[in-house]
């Protein structure tokens, strides 16, 4: 009976010295005067039907829809700027950043990237990039953004290609 209990002290010391003394912190700010949604809080984007042949090759793209967003930014005099952060815990690809197909579409070798304005592709589940901010004024501030199908990992075949994501505002 002696034998367990003197393990179970050893393992006990010994634990301290397995912790690791790593730290996270964490930085934000919240703001009171937020801009909103102008519209539906859904943006439809219709590709209609595209040509498979141009997605033959990794990294063909085709396609390009607009995906403009709208908000509403109260205040007599707002300051700063703006864009949103496109999310999509489940099929945002870590790797490529891009959005993947839903297990419904049948096509293969596709994804959708969303750009910016500046023709900056955007991360999904990853902050807007520098060049996607725009100022705040009264009113309407609009954001344009494209999506297009982007072949991946060789040539696309042919086949329904739907996927969904998120945006949320976001401040610098």
């Known amino acids: ?24 912190d964490f ?4 703001v009171a005067s937020t801009c909103t949604v102008t519209a539906a809080a859904k943006v439809d984007v219709k590709f209609g ?5 141009a997605l033959s090759a990794a990294g063909n793209e085709t396609g390009r829809a ?5 908000l509403t930014c109260p205040g ?16 945002g690809d870590n790797a490529t950043g891009n959005l993947r197909l839903t297990a419904a579409s049948t096509a293969k070798n ?23 901010f725009v100022p705040i004024t009264t009113g309407a501030v609009k954001l344009d953004y494209t999506a297009v199908y982007v072949a991946v990992g060789g040539a696309a075949g042919a086949g329904t290609a739907k996927s969904n994501a998120t945006f949320t505002v976001a401040y610098p």
């Open 110 to 132: 596709v994804q959708i990237g969303i750009d910016n304005a500046a023709g900056t592709r955007q991360i999904i589940n990853g902050l807007p990039t520098a060049d996607s």
């Open 76 to 91: 007599a005099a707002p300051t700063g700027t703006v864009a949103v952060r496109f999310e999509s815990p489940t099929l």
């Open 49 to 53: 039907k595209l040509d498979v042949s």
């Open 27 to 30: 930085d934000g700010e919240l």
């Open 66 to 70: 607009s995906m403009p967003i709208t």
């Open 1 to 24: 009976m002696k034998r367990p209990m003197t393990a179970l002290l050893f393992a006990a010391l010994l634990l301290p010295a397995l912790a690791s003394a790593n730290t996270i």
